[in-house]
């Protein structure tokens, strides 16, 4: 009587076959979805060289300059807006006005021209965002850029992915603060979840909020 056409051990062979067809494309889409998300995509706290040295911890931090001094059309335009040579040299005509530090500062005020800051936040062109409506929605500064006051060089503090947006947009309450407070670094919720949930509750109709998923809100 013949023995058996194949040797025993090409049963094993077959099944970690059929296991590795099945998990080679797993893995591949797992370790696609895991680095589209990691920080080399998304550029989260990846350090950005700008054309001149502005210490946010120095103005924000120890100055407690508002975010609005500079950032004026944060709560008029879907931009922040970028301070003008002019807004620095309102303070620095006087302070500093000598300093090295400043001397591009200086060059571009009396050239008319703006400095070329690098962006930080940048998302694609298909994305349209608007800092009013969030800011008078009651959305603080920090929700989406983290404590600007405890950064040298300002980087990307959020991931900033249309997973991100939509959690928010899902759920905003928790990330309402009230409107004397919008352009704070340290206002914190209470710490009391009941006292939290009710306070975001009545922030929301205060602020008359309607969360907003559709495709068109974001990509028009």
Known sequence: MSGPLFPRWTNTVSRL??????????????GLMAYVRSPYVTNQQMPIEQPIEFDHRHHAGDEKIDCQYCHWSVDKAPSAGIPSTTVCMSCHAQVWNKSPYLTEVRK?????????????????????????????????????????????????????????????HRNPEPHLRPSEFITSMT??????????????????????????????????
């Open 108 to 168: 571009a005020f009396f050239a008319d021209s703006p400095i070329q800051w690098v962006r930080v936040h940048n998302l694609p062109d298909f994305v349209y965002f608007n800092h009013a409506i969030h800011v008078n929605k009651g959305v603080g500064c920090a929700s989406c850029h983290g404590r600007i006051d405890q950064m040298g060089a300002v980087e990307q503090f959020a991931p900033l992915t249309m997973a991100w947006c939509l959690e928010c």
């Open 17 to 30: 076959s059929a296991a590795a067809l099945l998990a080679v494309p797993a893995i591949g889409i797992g």
């Open 187 to 220: 206002w914190t919720p209470p710490s009391d979840k009941a006292e939290a949930i009710a306070l975001g509750e009545k922030l929301k109709d205060e602020y008359d909020v309607h969360s907003r998923t559709s495709c068109s809100t974001c990509h028009r």
